[in-house]
């Protein structure tokens, strides 16, 4: 792999895995095998940039169609195993993260595990800063209601 693919790789990563994040949550409604699908979609692109990246193509759309071809199995899949010793405390924040929108989970993710700024999502999300901060703090309201 070139230096070039790894770094439009990263590219990709930066500007869509949240996204991917959120869709894959919404799909599988659990963060670690939605964490398991993100980085098996990824493990691909690298061999997969010319259709992700060519002129006629969509990365967004590449990416989800990617995922797709890897939840095919999810019914039949590998279920990640939770740890006998996991808080109630995380299972009660999964469970929150779980009841947001889509767009909120991207939100959230995006600023609580990514550190991404709300001006960069923002640009991803094609949507102003303000309306970015106003998702974000919907997520954080829904958190704190339960």
Do not use: C, H
């Given at each position: 792999m070139s230096s070039n693919d790894v770094l439009v790789t990263r590219a990709l990563y930066y500007r869509y895995s949240s996204w991917l994040l959120?869709?894959?949550?919404?799909?599988?409604?659990?963060?670690?095998?939605?964490?398991?699908?993100?980085?098996?979609?990824?493990?691909?692109?690298p061999h997969?940039?010319?259709?992700?990246?060519?002129?006629?193509?969509?990365?967004?759309?590449?990416?989800?169609?990617m995922?797709?071809?890897k939840?095919?199995?999810?019914?039949?899949?590998?279920?990640l195993r939770k740890p006998n010793n996991a808080t109630d405390e995380r299972l009660?924040?999964?469970?929150?993260?779980?009841?947001?929108?889509?767009e909120q989970q991207v939100v959230f993710c995006g600023v609580y595990y990514y550190q991404k700024s709300?001006?960069?999502?923002?640009?991803?999300?094609?949507?102003?800063?303000?309306?970015?901060?106003?998702i974000l703090k919907d997520a954080f309201i829904m958190i704190k209601n339960g």
């Open positions: 959120g869709y894959l949550m919404e799909v599988v409604k659990d963060y670690e095998q939605a964490q398991y699908y993100l980085i098996e979609v990824f493990k691909d692109v997969r940039l010319d259709e992700l990246t060519g002129t006629d193509s969509n990365p967004w759309m590449g990416l989800q169609t995922a797709k071809g939840l095919v199995n999810f019914d039949n899949g590998p279920r009660r924040f999964d469970s929150y993260v779980s009841a947001m929108t889509t709300t001006a960069i999502l923002a640009l991803e999300l094609n949507k102003t800063d303000q309306e970015v901060k106003q």
